[in-house]
């Protein structure tokens, strides 16, 4: 009987422990990971995720109409809606103001549509506030900002010299805000100063405050949107998977989580020449949000997920939308079927396009009637 009492014990500890998960007082089962800092975004992640189960799988958001890009356009840079037309800048070496007549025939002419820009290299775009004719667009290399006119052809009329280094100029009455190669803070403000613009103000605090600058600026590397009434900005993180709301007195309004988390991955190296650690992309570095687009009500953010080692080269690329209210309430997210890097949101069709790179260059149209048995909130 001595010799059998070990295996008494180790069958009765079994037992207990059986029983502990049978009355739920023991659980087994990983727990999810860590949801994020907001209740808001908890409830988001139940939704979507469940509590230590599966994702479930996303609707798909049907492509309706695809607009073929003539085969020597290059990188299409940034794009705006404007007056029926879809208007992309074109970068290095072509340099090149592309247009697309979104209500005509579905093709790209280049020489009639493709307009030369006196510009080193074309980085966004945008439209006037009260031209529908007049159109904005950034300089990277050389921080000049230029209004052109078209009307058949393209004509400047009106240059800014600006830093270096900004991401997405736009204006708010007579103030640019933009995003840029920030450490410290997310956003700068100019004022005019008669013929010139001078900054007035940084707006916004780093999510990595103890991050070194020279690493921080590419952490903070964000897309920027703007509601149709110029009252609040949406800016969506490149290497994590949040959304910051700014109102345009530079207030924060709200931090959003994004349904999946991306945990920040990178490496460094140091530089002999400046003696500063410089930031390096791994395998293990994920794209979180490579795009944002607005309408009155709504946050449209372009979400990769995508890692370097496994996509290479196509890790910038993105085939999710996420769909968010400007206080924060996820309203919906789906799978796109074609992967795009680019967004815009025409809110006078109320269509969604986006823009495929080559070698199968297309602007892609996302309609409403794609989103049939969503919630009608989440309808663009």
């Known amino acids: 009987m001595r010799a059998r009492q070990p295996w008494l014990l180790v069958s009765a500890s079994v037992a207990l422990v059986l029983s502990l998960c049978w009355l739920g007082r023991v659980r087994l089962a990983p727990t999810p990971p860590d949801r994020a800092r907001t209740a808001a975004a908890r409830r988001n992640y139940d939704k979507y995720f469940g509590r230590g189960g599966a994702a479930a799988a996303l609707p798909t958001l049907q492509a309706v109409r695809q607009i073929p890009v003539a085969s020597d356009v290059g990188h299409l840079r940034d794009c705006v809606i404007t007056n029926g037309h879809l208007l992309a800048v ?28 006196p510009l080193a290299d074309p980085h966004s775009i945008q439209h006037d506030l009260t ?160 795009d944002v687009a607005a309408d009155e009500g709504r946050i449209f953010a372009l979400f990769s997920g995508r890692s370097r080692g496994q996509w290479k080269a196509e890790a910038y690329l993105a085939d999710r939308l996420h769909v968010f209210s400007w206080s924060g309430e996820l309203l919906g997210q789906w799978t796109l079927p074609d992967a795009v890097y680019r967004i815009a949101f025409d809110p006078a069709s109320r269509i969604l396009y986006g823009i495929r790179p080559a070698p199968t260059a297309a602007i892609v149209e996302f309609r409403s009637g794609a989103l049939a048995g969503a919630q009608a909130r989440a309808r663009f």
């Open 90 to 117: 074109e970068g290095s070496p072509a340099r090149r103001l592309i247009a697309a007549d979104l209500n005509g025939e579905p093709h790209l002419p280049v020489g009639a549509r493709a307009w030369a820009l």
């Open 131 to 290: 031209d529908p004719a007049t159109i904005w667009i950034y300089d990277f290399q050389a921080g000049d900002l230029a209004s052109f006119a078209l009307s058949g052809s393209i004509r400047e009329r009106q240059r800014f010299t600006l830093p270096i280094g900004l991401f997405r100029p736009v204006w708010v009455g007579d103030r640019l805000v933009s995003n840029g190669l920030f450490a410290g803070e997310l956003l700068r403000s100019f004022r005019r100063a008669g013929d010139a613009l001078e900054q007035d103000n940084a707006w916004g605090q780093s999510p990595f405050p103890d991050v070194v600058p020279d690493i921080a600026i590419h952490l903070n590397r964000s897309s920027i949107a703007i509601d149709p009434g110029r009252r609040r900005l949406a800016l969506a993180f490149l290497y994590t998977s949040r959304l910051h709301v700014i109102g345009i007195d530079g207030s924060a309004e709200r931090a959003i989580s994004g349904p999946e988390e991306i945990k920040v991955a990178y490496g460094t190296r140091t530089d002999p020449r400046e003696g500063i650690e410089r930031f390096i992309r791994t395998s293990h570095t994920r794209y979180g949000y490579v």
